[in-house]
Nanobody, 120 residues
Framework: QVQLVESGGGSVEAGGSLTLSCAASGNIFSISIMAWYRQAPGKEREFVAEIRRNGRTDYANSVKDRFTISRDDARNIAWLQIANLKPEDTAVYYC??????????????WGRGTPVTVSS
């Protein structure tokens, strides 16, 4: 099992910035992808950004100019830096980790989320 704990959310004004953190623990061996998703009120959870073990990153088109994902495998932490926050960024942000090479092939894990509220 892998446990993921997010932190860093909060209430900010539009134009501000935040850095979200995701700390991984447990059976972290073979975590290939760490990613962030978000779910706005009344909407489905959506992909935000991901980073692979080799450092390759991918972003949703709506955030690629303002969000930066990074990870430190030695510390088992991933971050999501968010700049120039907009009210439409208001959501609960979830950390996701994917392990590969497990008996089931692929295992996915989720944190409980950290809320971000952006006021205009």
């Amino acid at each position: 099992q892998v446990q993921l704990v997010e932190s860093g959310g909060g209430s900010v004004e539009a134009g501000g910035s935040l850095t979200l953190s995701c700390a991984a623990s447990g059976n972290i061996f073979s975590i290939s992808i760490m990613a962030w998703y978000r779910q706005a009120p009344g909407k489905e959870r959506e992909f935000v950004a991901e980073i692979r073990r080799n450092g390759r990153t991918d972003y949703a088109n709506s955030v690629k100019d303002r969000f930066t994902i990074s990870r430190d495998d030695a510390r088992n932490i991933a971050w999501l830096q968010i700049a120039n926050l907009k009210p439409e960024d208001t959501a609960v942000y979830y950390c996701h980790a994917r392990r590969v090479g497990t008996p089931s092939g692929v295992d996915d894990y989720w944190g409980r989320g950290t809320p971000v509220t952006v006021s205009s």
